[in-house]
């Protein structure tokens, strides 16, 4: 299964993940 | 002729200039009219395709939506008691469970495999960040990036239309009535009034403490005035956004009853999200009007067979509506996801469109052959992975509009790391 996060944001929005890297919930994805 | 193979001396020459120039020219035009191959129907939608290598084609005709649902008839029968302790370990240890976090530690107490794969975690084992996106699911991240001329990419060099995944229509299409989403809207609530539960009107700016106008710049915590604390308190509302990001806020000033935890729920929300999305509610829904200076982004993130399989909001936001979208039931593998085109716009999945505090925020649960099952939990009315004699076309779904959810946001408000819902066996 997967899940798709779609969103708009200010143009300064920055993933802090990597590809492939594994993450649990509540775990920071990206931030303003 | 052997001796010509074994003793003909190899003998390279370049190539004359105009050649090699025909065959990028050529390569060039396959390139283009490749790109340009876009299939639409009479509505001018993008129809979506079966495509890939063979191993496409052979997974796409076998009946995976009935081997779906017979997975998921087999998962769910009772295990003998004295069976469930070592079939669990046993799946745990072959897909990398960590069974100590499971809320449950009797593993008895899981009647089958299917109760075992939708287990609950223990409080406190997934810390939240203080970012305002976080993790909705425990899995890996397969892809990110910003969203560029409505298509979203699946791998490098192949990309889906975002208008396809959640059924946003093209600017010229015929809207659905149900879809109701225009300027008219954004007027609206720009200085709407609202009766409150004690019928008591008060303003949508005074309940969330903003001046006038909004600033851009709120996030999460904004200075409420003393009139909106007054009004709040005769109307028998908690005091609008009187708390800082994240905490609850004080519902002794609510009256008692259920619609009172609605609406100290709702404040909650709205302390995390700030002011503006309300001012933008219609501008957020569609990829054709991001506010300047803003952006679309996109993130997947797959869940192994052996992951919690729950799934939480990942950040503050408000869902407006959900499209059920009846597909196939492909493998959403690392695998698959670089051979089949449009995986996820074939797939069955559920889109949930409503606004954050930036505007447009969507997230899209996608099932798959062993989990076709989609469970949200304030959705009742939601039946995913049903057998039907012949399933609608790719493309086509059924909305539910949660505006009755809440009488005050108008969609159903979820705090950052709220459980939504969750993935069953088959």
Known sequence: ?32 | LANAWKDTPTKWYPLPVFVGALVLTALQYRRRVTEREVHVDENGQEVVRLKGPWQVHVLGALPLRNMSRLWGTVNSMELPVWFRPIGFRLYAWAFGCNIDEADQDDLTQYVSLGDFFYRKLKDGVRPVADTVLVSPADGRMLHFGAITDGRVEQIKGSTYSLDALLGIERPNSPKPTSVAFAARDMAEVDDRTFADINGIEYSLRDFLGTSTPPSPAASGTSTPTADAHDRARAGGLPAPNAKKHGEQIDASVSPDGPLADVVAHEASVAAEMGAQPFLDRARGMSRYAVKPGHGLYFAVIYLAPGDYHRFHSPTAWVVEKRRHFVGDLFSVSPWMVKRLENLFVLNERVALLGRWKYGFFGMVPVGATNVGSIKINFDQALRTNVGARRPPPTGTYSEAVYTAASPILRGQPLTKAEEMGGFCLG
């Open chain 1, 1 to 32: 299964s997967t899940i798709v996060l779609i969103f708009e944001a200010p143009e300064d929005f920055k993933f802090s993940v990597s590809t492939g890297q594994k993450v649990k919930v509540g775990e920071a994805l990206g931030d303003v």
